[in-house]
């Protein structure tokens, strides 16, 4: 049977600004984008793939997005816009160059299904392919939220776990495969929770997590089922708005990881998490973004 072709969408940028561009376009299209960095010319080309012939307006939203990105002090480079209908096959080997494994310390390996890559001894597989919801890991904030589950593995047994904003089910499979019981993880997009059922049933855990719609701001302030590691990646507005029910949902000495923040905006969030009698206990920036882990003041880290 011969396969409908699929719609490609590239940026050409800088290494700069490529993490910032595929957000946006992971946000513009709902699906994750890949990034190709040509190491001759230190130019890089961010790409999504899509089923449905992007609509008449589309390369204007992603012109305006790159402006957007432009104003906040990032080099986009050429920032060309290209939009070509091509092949599925070439749409399948495109995500096979550019997504390869990727490791989180010796605790967890995350792979696309058709890696040969073998685990080191004890370390945990979590297989996702991109194309289907946010999320593989490649992003620098999905990577500080697995850092800090695999960190606290040794403890993870018994202790429970809460993915707010779960996208494509990542982090929930990764507590799982580390230990963590019980696991319970919502998206407010139904169909970022089709995918990370799907996506945890590939990696056997679907019985052992619970993934749900649901909307961060109806969360309870006094939750009958509170949580030892919460992960939020969220954007910073949304963080900074549903402060009080993100916190709530924490067991006492818990620890609530908060990321998808630009540097710019972090020690915002920062002060408002503060403000609830969090401090802040470990930190990381990358590029553009910053991510950090808090737990109550009177917590030890």
């Known amino acids: 049977m011969k396969h409908k072709p699929l719609w490609r969408i590239s940026v050409a940028t800088s290494r700069e600004a490529e993490d910032a561009i595929a957000e946006m376009l992971g946000s513009t299209f709902g699906s994750a984008a890949s990034s190709y960095l040509d190491a001759k010319t230190g130019a890089s080309r961010v790409t999504i793939f899509c089923e449905a012939r992007p609509a008449d307006g589309i390369r204007k939203a992603i012109a305006a997005g790159l402006a957007q990105i432009k104003q906040c002090g990032l080099e ?4 060309k816009i290209q939009i070509a209908k091509v092949p599925r096959e070439d749409w399948a080997e495109s995500w096979k160059r ?3 494994p990727i490791e989180i310390s010796n605790a967890l390996l995350v792979k696309p299904s058709w890696s040969r890559r073998r685990p080191r001894k004890n370390q945990a597989v979590v297989i996702l392919d991109p194309g289907l919801s946010f999320g593989t890991g490649q ?3 999905t990577a500080f939220c697995l850092r800090e589950i ?3 593995r040794k403890t993870a047994t018994g202790r429970s776990f809460l993915d707010i904003g ?3 089910g990542i982090l929930a499979i990764a507590a799982v495969k580390l230990g963590y019981q019980p696991v319970h993880a919502f998206d407010f997009d139904t169909e970022a929770v089709r995918v990370a059922r799907a996506n945890a049933r590939v990696n056997g855990v679907r019985s052992r997590s619970k993934i749900e719609h649901g909307d961060v701001s109806k969360l309870p302030l006094r939750p009958a089922k509170k949580y030892d590691l919460v992960c ?11 402060r ?13 990881v908060l990321a998808g923040i630009l540097k710019m905006e972090f020690l915002q969030v920062q002060k408002a998490f503060e403000g609830l009698g969090l401090k802040l206990v470990c930190s990381q920036s990358r590029k ?3 991510s950090g882990s808090f737990r109550c003041a009177a917590e030890k880290n």
């Open 76 to 79: 986009i480079g050429a920032g």
């Open 98 to 100: 550019h997504f390869k």
């Open 139 to 141: 992003h620098p904030t």
């Open 150 to 152: 695999a960190r606290r």
């Open 166 to 168: 779960t996208g494509s």
């Open 232 to 242: 939020a990646n969220l954007i910073s507005d949304l963080l900074i708005a549903e």
């Open 244 to 256: 009080r029910q993100i916190a709530a949902q924490m067991n006492r000495g818990g620890t609530l």
């Open 288 to 290: 553009e973004w910053r």
